[in-house]
């Protein structure tokens, strides 16, 4: 038998059992569709993650200070020392804490970095307008901040360089503005209020840094660079591990990126599941259809049909059914993507790959689920056949 003859027979038996091949096709369907949106999910948020990740620099470490005893935290000079290691290109202490920035009669809670000149380039920030804070604000203490876009958006700030905003009821005025950067996997890199660290003793009440950001001069001199950074602290700390942590943005880059896959592939099994419902649901089918066209296979045998024709003939069938739930999946999954992402208020990122697999797999589930029913229409016997 020819696979166009086999086709036509195979579209000609389904699409004369219209509503069984639906609820057939339905279940199909409903497999892939799953699995093209959960891959699309999972690969969305991973490579929301991975830029994310990347954005903070991925030739950067991060020492945070816990202390030990009376001492827990370091000083401005403490953190030049510590950062005194060959393959450092620029560090930035910083002094963390929230406040209630103010202006006009709108108020809002802001997070405040204390820090140097250096953090805009550690920590990839552009200044859309102004300027960001240069050596001599921190030498003379000046009352400056540059403050983020959600800063400005939240105070209703319309021209915010040269205006003055109260945190914690002192006045600074604002000299820039930082480009968005958007969200990151630790919050809102928009909502902050960045001023010179010598300053922090006024408007955060303190002078105590417990955050160094490290940015190395290359992705080679990063383990050399940590290790350095650990035995300093190690020493700074009297040989006390539990004083201080060291984070490498590299590793920390892949093991995110590892657990999203991880999390992706399991969301794709779960899903896979129903594809194999779908696959019995095509085996009762053929099995009936088997049951009521005996007679059918009976005259076709007496007529010189041979077992392997038979045999071909459901399996084309079988294929044809997984094939239809297969493409209507793919089509519902694909579409289907961006509102799931919507309503998770997640990215997602249909995969063309995935999409292709499970169009094939169901096919391979219509052959594998319809052989059974298949094999015994082809053995039926054309005498018995007829009878019935």
Request: no cysteine; proline share 2%.
């Amino acid at each position: 038998m020819k696979l166009s003859q086999g086709v036509k027979m195979a579209w000609h038996s389904v699409s004369s059992q219209k509503m069984r091949t639906l609820l057939t096709v339905l279940g199909i369907m409903i497999g892939v569709a799953s699995v093209t949106i959960m891959v699309a999910i999972g690969n969305g948020t991973a490579e929301q993650v991975k830029s994310q990740m990347q954005g903070l620099g991925t030739n950067m470490l991060t020492a945070n200070v816990v202390g030990r005893g009376a001492v827990t935290s370091i000083t401005l000079a403490d953190a030049e020392s510590l950062t005194d290691i060959d393959g450092v290109e620029a560090y930035a202490p910083v002094i963390s804490s929230n406040v209630t920035a103010k202006y006009k009669t709108t108020t809002y809670s802001a997070s405040v970095q204390a820090t140097t000149p250096d953090f805009a380039e550690v920590r990839d920030y552009t200044v859309a307008q102004g300027r960001f804070i240069k050596e001599i604000d921190g030498e003379f203490s000046q009352k400056v901040a540059v403050i983020g876009s959600e800063v400005a958006e939240e105070l209703s700030i319309d021209d915010p360089v040269g205006q003055k905003i109260s945190l914690n009821g002192s006045l600074y005025k604002i000299i820039g503005v930082l480009e968005s950067k958007g969200s990151t996997t630790t919050g809102s890199s928009d909502n902050v209020v960045i001023i010179p660290i010598q300053t922090a003793r006024v408007a955060l009440k303190t002078d105590a840094i417990r955050t160094i950001y490290v940015q190395v001069e290359s992705s080679e001199k990063v383990d050399f660079v940590q290790t350095m950074l650990e035995f300093n602290l190690q020493t700074f700390f009297r040989n006390d591990e539990n004083s201080y942590t060291v984070f490498n943005q590299a590793d920390l880059l892949a093991t995110i990126t590892e657990v999203s896959t991880s999390m992706s592939t399991m969301l794709t099994y779960v899903a896979a599941i129903s594809l194999l419902v779908g696959g019995i649901g095509i085996m009762n089918m053929m099995l009936t259809s088997v049951s009521e066209r005996t007679r059918e296979i009976g005259i076709r045998k007496s007529l010189g049909a041979k077992q392997r024709d038979i045999l071909f003939q459901f399996l084309v069938e079988a294929a044809m059914i997984g094939g239809l739930g297969g493409l209507v999946g793919v089509v519902v999954g694909a579409s289907g993507s961006n509102f799931a992402g919507k309503l998770m208020d997640s990215p997602a990122s249909p995969s063309v790959n995935i999409m292709v697999l499970a169009l094939l797999f169901s096919m391979g589930v219509g052959v594998l689920f319809g052989f059974l029913p298949a094999r015994r229409a082809s053995r039926l016997n054309p005498v018995d056949a007829l009878r019935q």
